[in-house]
């Protein structure tokens, strides 16, 4: 046996080097042991599920000639609707079927459409009945095969879409433009110019005090025209004026004349940069209105930017036109009219859609930036105990897990992983449901609702608790609560450190205190012995301490830390200690004695013996 004990160390070397590699605040601190209790599977897979979260009443999910009402607080199913394709003439091709793409409010009524066996329709739901509606404008509302790439915006009663408009005309099967399909006249769309091979990622409307001054912003990427850098493709912001009446020019006048363009960087100015937009969210908090944008880069590492609407804005509202001669119009493009949009001021807009300047993120950095691949992002604002408002980031790798990261005064800080579903499958659909504080995920076998204040992951002890650093749990009564279900003032929270715990948190080890749980243990004589101790944070440091005496390691798997004793030659206790947040304390500790028990001494050595080759067989695996 002497011989496994230079292979122990050296395992335990190599992991602390790979530790050392990885960002550790951005690793999930902690598991959560069961987040797929709340799971709830869908009938039948359905691979192009949309999602629509109604107000009032139910989570819908539409799938292939289906559409699925779930309960809208445990998402449990309510009732199964079956909207076929009406009579067609496309057997044997690949979408000949109805495909729910879309499922919301229109013009005032719970609207549904479909694929319709390439037919795009609309059905109105009146009274758990559908019936079809007669639009001139389905086919832009609706694509005529699932999956498509397009972009819908719905805005009190104006409805815009990129999917084109049915053209006789080959030649016109066109560059996809951004188009208001229905509202008050006149219908815009944006120019030719705008955009290159676009992929939609998002649009959103940016309200302003001055109703005139409401701003629509359409995130996309497209190819670089490689004039200014030399990235295949780029993320870019298109600003364009919601009240806008179009240009004085008559060739253009149902242009969009207000619509620019700039490149939205993620990244700083020295380094790293993440060019491929993944995902937005608008948060309208407490502390001013944030876009947030995950970006990844070419190997799929991730990075969230966050931007003022101000700067977006200010930077629209300053820069010159990239290419444009000097020229001193009267008025600048991009200016909101009340009146048509004199035509010098339009020409130049569409001969010159991009912006000099590109939109940084603010302070110029990224929030954050990890390996990990996150395909969705929604953040929530939430006052903790202290008053302060802290912002939690909710994003979706590409694995089916869930990440809450945390933007704390010292960095952002991942401290949980949630594992909402059964079976693995790529996220779908995340959606944040502010007034509640809880987000609904969707894959396309299972739905789930999780609350954003669930405690249960660190209800172990007062300092599992706090240490979480979650803003909405804290301590009280022996229980780790909501802090908004709980309006005790009491309440402990350690979210900027200082906090304590009455009475297990200590910085120094208390060497025999009995708050530690402890275990008496006879171990055999002249064998190779294991303890076990738990050890969930991935933030945390633990380590084994016999007597006085620190031990060299502790190997870490699957939320345990082993201690092996090649041979207990120093009866006593031993104890497990973990490290975090410049505290210390004592997990629990073993009393080792030394009289013989042969049962015993075959079982643990098999164990240990066992585990050692396991471990040793992954890393070579690894290397
Ligand atoms: C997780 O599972 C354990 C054991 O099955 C159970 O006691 C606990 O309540 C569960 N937690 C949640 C949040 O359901
Ligand atoms: C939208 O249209 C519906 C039906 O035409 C109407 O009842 C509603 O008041 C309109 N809403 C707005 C915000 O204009
Ligand atoms: C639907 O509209 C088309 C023209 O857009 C018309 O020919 C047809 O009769 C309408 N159908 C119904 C049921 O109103
Ligand atoms: C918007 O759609 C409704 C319902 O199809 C239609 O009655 C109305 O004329 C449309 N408005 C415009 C401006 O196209
Ligand atoms: C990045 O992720 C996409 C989608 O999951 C995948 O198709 C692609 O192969 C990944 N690229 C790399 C370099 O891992
Ligand atoms: C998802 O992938 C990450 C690494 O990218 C891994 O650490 C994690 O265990 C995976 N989760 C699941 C549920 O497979």
């Avoid at 066109?174 to 705008?194: A, E, Q, S």
């Avoid at 939609?200 to 995130?219: A, G, H, M, P, T």
């Avoid at 906090?499 to 948190?505: S, T």
């Amino acid at each position: 046996m002497e011989l496994y004990v230079p292979v122990i160390l050296n395992i335990c070397a190599l992991i602390s080097l790979c530790l050392a590699y990885q960002n550790l605040r951005m690793t999930p601190r902690i598991i959560h042991p069961n987040s797929s209790v709340w799971s709830v599977p869908l009938p039948k897979e359905e691979k192009n599920a949309v999602f629509y979260l109604s107000p009032q009443s139910a989570l819908y999910v539409g799938g292939e000639e289906a559409l699925y009402r779930l309960n809208r607080l445990n998402c449990t199913p309510e009732k199964n609707y079956k909207i076929a394709a009406g009579s067609h003439t496309c057997k044997g091709k690949p979408y000949c079927q109805n495909h729910v793409t879309f499922v919301g409010q229109l013009l005032g009524d719970l609207t549904v459409c479909g694929t319709n066996a390439y037919n795009p329709s609309c059905w109105r739901m009146d009274d758990e009945r559908f019936q079809k509606i007669n639009m001139t404008w389905t086919e832009q509302l609706a694509p005529r095969i699932p999956g498509a790439n397009y972009n819908i915006l719905i805005t009190g009663n104006q409805t815009y879409s990129t999917l084109p408009r049915k053209s006789n005309n080959a030649a016109s099967i066109m560059k996809p433009i951004f188009r208001m399909i229905n509202g008050t006249d006149p219908l815009l769309y944006t120019g030719d110019n705008l955009m290159n091979k676009p992929h939609f990622v998002k649009s959103l409307v940016v309200e302003k005090e001055n109703r005139l001054q409401d701003k629509i912003l359409l995130f996309f990427t497209e190819d670089n025209s490689i004039t200014r850098t030399t990235e295949k493709r780029v993320s870019m912001v298109a600003q364009m004026c919601k009240g806008e009446r179009g240009s004085e020019k008559p060739s253009t006048r149902y242009v969009f004349s207000t619509a620019l363009k700039s490149r939205l960087i993620c990244g700083n100015k020295k380094a790293q940069y993440y060019p491929d937009l993944q995902d937005i969210y608008f948060l309208q908090g407490k502390t001013g209105n944030v876009i947030y944008g995950l970006f990844t880069d070419a190997w799929n590492h991730s990075a969230v930017c966050s931007y003022k609407t101000e700067d977006i804005e200010l930077a629209f509202s300053t820069s010159s036109l990239f290419g444009a001669s000097k020229k001193n119009l009267n008025i600048r493009p991009g200016t909101c009219l009340s009146e048509l949009t004199p035509e010098v001021t339009s020409d130049e807009a569409s001969n010159f859609p991009e912006l000099t300047e590109w939109i940084w993120p603010s302070g110029n950095q990224e929030v954050f930036q990890t390996l990990t691949h996150y395909r969705r992002i929604v953040v929530d604002e939430i006052t903790a105990v202290n008053q302060e408002s802290y912002r939690v980031l909710i994003l979706a790798t590409d694995n089916g897990t869930v990440h809450k990261v945390v933007e704390q005064n010292d960095g952002a800080l991942n401290i949980l992983e949630l594992r909402p579903f059964s079976q693995k499958g790529q996220i779908l659909y995340l959606e944040l449901e502010q007034r509640e504080h809880a987000i609904y995920v969707g894959t396309a076998r299972e739905v789930s609702r999780l609350p954003l204040d669930d405690c249960t992951a660190y209800n172990t002890s007062c300092v599992d608790c706090i240490q979480s650093r979650d803003p909405y749990c804290g301590w009280l009564q022996g229980e780790c609560q909501s802090i908004l279900t709980t309006k005790s003032h009491r309440i402990l929270q350690n979210l900027t450190q200082g906090a304590m715990c009455e009475q297990d948190a200590i910085t120094q080890p208390i060497i025999g205190d009995s708050l530690a749980p402890r275990t008496d243990v006879q171990v055999p004589r002249k064998t190779m012995y294991s303890l076990t101790c738990p050890a969930v944070s991935n933030h945390a440091t633990y380590s084994w301490k016999n007597g006085d005496v620190e031990m060299e390691c502790c190997m870490r798997q699957n939320g345990i830390c082993y201690l092996f004793l090649e041979r207990v030659t120093n009866p006593g206790k031993y104890q497990c200690l973990v490290q975090e947040m410049a505290t210390e304390h004592v997990i629990l500790e073993y009393d080792l004695m030394l009289p013989n028990n042969a049962t015993r001494m075959q079982y643990n050595w098999f164990l240990g013996f066992t585990f050692l080759l396991l471990t040793v067989m992954q890393h070579n695996a690894l290397l």
